[in-house]
């Protein structure tokens, strides 16, 4: 665990609907790396969410606020009561923001005043994109299952900064996923550093929600989240066999046909080199029997070129892979040496000029093959979830695009759609990226 951390300490006041505003504050919080602390003198900073519903409500949340000043004395306020701003600050003047309720965004950057989020986005390390960073839009949400990771991959601080892999009980896992979907929310993006190997460190040991039990895997995560009836998308997925279990659910439309599996290469020597896991899987016998069982599968992955040792012969069959594997979506990086990473031991470090030759190359590969799939999809008829509605065109997301890192669908007839709306529409033409409908 780092001792940088950065700690928010969190009083939540008032009814249901105040919790999950909460709960949405604390999502994003965690997920750019904030800590949740239980008490006073170990946080940063302390957010109260008020209740303004009745007196005897008011004075409890004066009196919460007033406790954390003494306590703490650095105080962000928000929920019910915050919209009596004047009435806080009259008897508690030194607090450092007022907010109303759904306020999300203001707290979090009320927070980030006091306890900056981290600027430096790491590919390598971050599992949001730099984009991620704001409060996601209130139709979409990430749901972190677990944090840090048991794999010690060389290129890789992870697990030196955040330990070993912790997961998130499932229960708590799906109380959150419901508050969200309560709250809005029609797409959860499931994140964690290995979301394949979530509960391992739980021995997978059985949780409840709502009366029912539920196993703490990836498999019976996923049948929990296709009761809230809502887009639900993996990211950061290993090529392990028991992901296996969870393509029939695709299949069968429980959870979008999508995974977000970092193959980083296609070389057994450099994936050992690496030390990745499920190296020595057969990556593209599995990737068939996943289109034989979900032929809509959609697969993005990211690769490293130029990884200390790489030799020719091993970048060319990493672009044989490619051409093989024909993934939809794919980012590639140039191996850069993370400061206390131990892949910068290894021997025979790539120039930087062959870095960019071989990135152009592998762009220049994968962009014809993620365009053609993209053409593929003209004519089709394909469900697409609403980011943003202008007066002359609205713009949305495929199932097999995910926010910030794959493409868009552009549509062209705007009237009556609102934003988080899921709607059918045709396609009528791809460009490189994106789609046009
Ligand atoms: S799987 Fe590897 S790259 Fe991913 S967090 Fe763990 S050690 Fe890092």
């Known amino acids: 665990m780092t001792t940088t951390s950065k700690k928010v300490g969190f009083i939540s006041l008032g009814c249901p609907k105040a919790l999950v505003d909460s709960e949405r504050i604390l999502t994003q919080l965690r997920i750019e790396g904030y800590d949740i602390v239980p008490s006073y003198e170990n946080a940063d900073v ?104 048991n794999h010690r991959c060389t290129f890789c601080i992870i697990p030196s900064l955040r330990g070993d892999l912790v997961s998130r ?8 996923a419901e508050r969200l979907v309560n709250a809005g929310v029609r797409e959860l ?4 550093q290995d979301t394949s190997a979530y509960g391992v460190d739980i021995k997978y040991r059985t949780g409840f ?35 296996d279990n969870v393509i029939p659910l695709m299949a069968d439309g429980l959870i979008l046909p999508y995974l977000d599996i970092p193959f980083q290469h296609a070389s057994s020597r450099i994936l050992k080199l690496m030390k990745r896991p499920a190296a020595s899987e057969n990556t593209l016998a599995r990737i068939k029997s996943w289109r034989s069982i979900c032929p809509e599968l ?3 992955s990211t690769f490293i ?27 590639c990086f140039k191996y850069s040496a993370v400061a206390g990473a131990k892949a910068n031991e290894l021997p025979d ?5 062959l870095k960019q030759e071989r990135w152009e190359r592998f762009m220049a590969v994968q962009q014809e093959i993620s365009s053609s799939r993209l053409q593929a999809k003209v004519g089709q008829k394909i469900d697409i979830i609403i980011d943003e509605v202008a007066d002359d065109q609205a713009i949305g997301r495929s199932m097999a695009d995910a926010p910030d890192i794959d493409g868009l669908v552009y549509l062209s007839q705007p009237e009556g759609l609102s934003v988080g709306d899921i709607v059918t529409a045709r396609i009528t033409h791809a460009d490189d990226y994106d789609l046009f409908a």
């Open 298 to 300: 959609t697969l993005r």
């Open 169 to 176: 009980p499932v229960g708590d896992v799906m109380e959150e």
């Open 189 to 192: 993006l499931v994140i964690s």
């Open 46 to 149: 302390v957010v109260v969410n008020t209740c303004g519903f009745i007196d005897s409500a008011k004075r409890e949340s004066l009196e919460a606020i007033g406790e954390a000043l003494r306590e703490n004395g650095r105080v962000i306020v928000t929920g019910c009561m915050g919209k009596n701003a004047d009435e806080i600050r009259s008897v508690h003047p030194s607090v450092l923001s007022v907010t109303g309720p759904h306020a999300y965004e203001e707290v979090v950057s009320a927070v980030h005043d006091v306890i900056p989020p981290p600027t430096d986005h790491d590919p390598f390390i971050d599992l949001v994109p730099p984009q991620g960073i704001k409060l996601t839009p209130r139709h979409y949400a990430y749901l972190k299952i677990s944090e840090g990771c």
């Open 349 to 353: 470090h790539v120039a930087e000029e």
């Open 305 to 331: 070129v130029g990884f200390p040792g790489e030799t020719a012969a091993e970048f060319d069959e990493l672009l044989g892979f490619l051409q093989e594997a024909q993934l939809d979506r794919v980012g």
């Open 209 to 243: 929600w709502n009366g029912s039990p539920i196993k703490a895997n990836m498999q019976g995560l996923c049948e929990a989240l296709a009761h809230l009836g809502v887009w639900v998308r993996l990211h950061y997925v290993y090529p392990y066999p028991h992901v």
